[in-house]
């Protein structure tokens, strides 16, 4: 289960008060910058803590350091807890506190008699894919293409709000063993990019910054899909390349989903002395490919 290391003296516990709310709905504007459109107000949050849905803190005495929000979800079939934000504030951000949000939003989810989490994020954010997808076992299952429209940060070019969808079961073994700390080894995620198909070709830019120049269908058992290791770099100095890398990451997922690869995990593998990023991807033995 998790480990508490450096995230130690936080305590977690649903919201309460009305100054907790208003606090949390700052914190979303402040942490989210400027995906800020997307920060739910304290007004709302306060009801869907009161209607099944849960407004979880994690405080540092009485200062509010990061929260999740999550409301309920019904797809036809299966009752869902949706993930609709979970925010960190920066000085917090070496703290494992947003693992240790999600792990306590897994426990009170399955205290309300539910078995999964669903949630999207943005597929060219390392932290978000690592957290998701490495650390909690999250499977994505789809791409939604600008979801909520067009975003236009205050300090940079505006950008297209591509998601990729994950499901989160709360007690499948593959959630227990990442939970648990038992983790792809960087040896093992070396030896799955040498074998793996490019579906993702980059070069280095003369500003030092990895950006893509091909993309390609997945092809054989295995393949990667290689993301900005630092997306905020991607932003200050190569503002005119973001919108080519998330239409490159776009067209990849879409091709390696149609082909029925599905994703097995997230690595930052050094490579060549290069620190990199890459989601790694396994062929679907039968079956239908994800949803889009």
């Given at each position: ?83 609709l934000v979970t925010v960190v504030r920066p000085e917090y951000r070496s703290h ?32 978000a894919a690592s957290l998701a997808v490495r650390r909690l076992g999250a499977v ?153």
């Amino acid at each position: 289960m998790p480990s508490a290391g450096r995230a130690e003296g936080f305590a977690l516990r649903p919201l309460k008060k009305p100054e907790e709310f208003r606090h949390a709905e700052e914190l979303q504007r402040a942490a989210l910058a400027g995906d800020s459109p997307l920060a739910v107000p304290a007004g709302l949050l306060r009801t869907i803590q009161d209607t099944g849905g849960l407004v979880l803190g994690a405080f540092a005495d009485i200062y509010l350091a990061g929260l999740t929000v999550s409301s309920i979800g019904w797809d036809g079939q299966l009752l869902f807890h949706e993930s609709l934000v979970t925010v960190v504030r920066p000085e917090y951000r070496s703290h494992l506190v947003g693992f240790r949000l999600k792990s306590f939003q897994r426990d009170e989810v399955r205290r309300l008699g539910l078995s999964e989490v669903r949630w999207g994020f943005d597929p060219l954010q390392r932290s978000a894919a690592s957290l998701a997808v490495r650390r909690l076992g999250a499977v994505p299952d789809g791409y939604r293409t600008n979801y909520f429209g067009h975003l236009e940060p205050p300090d940079g070019p505006h950008d297209e709000s591509d998601r990729l969808r994950v499901r989160w079961p709360l007690e499948s073994a593959r959630t227990e063993r990442r939970l648990g700390g038992e983790l792809p080894t960087p040896d093992e995620g070396a030896r799955w990019l040498a074998t793996a198909a490019s579906i993702l070709r980059t070069e280095t830019a003369p500003s030092g910054l990895r950006l893509p120049t091909e993309v390609a269908e997945p092809t054989g058992p295995a393949a990667s899909l290689e993301v900005p290791f630092d997306l905020a770099s991607i932003r200050a100095h190569e503002p005119g390349s973001l919108r080519r890398w998330r239409h490159a990451v776009r067209d990849g997922f879409r091709a390696a989903f149609d082909l029925g690869y599905t994703v097995e995990d997230f690595a930052a593998l050094t490579v060549e002395h290069e620190r990199r990023c890459f989601y790694l991807l396994a062929a679907r033995a039968g079956g239908p490919p994800p949803a889009s």
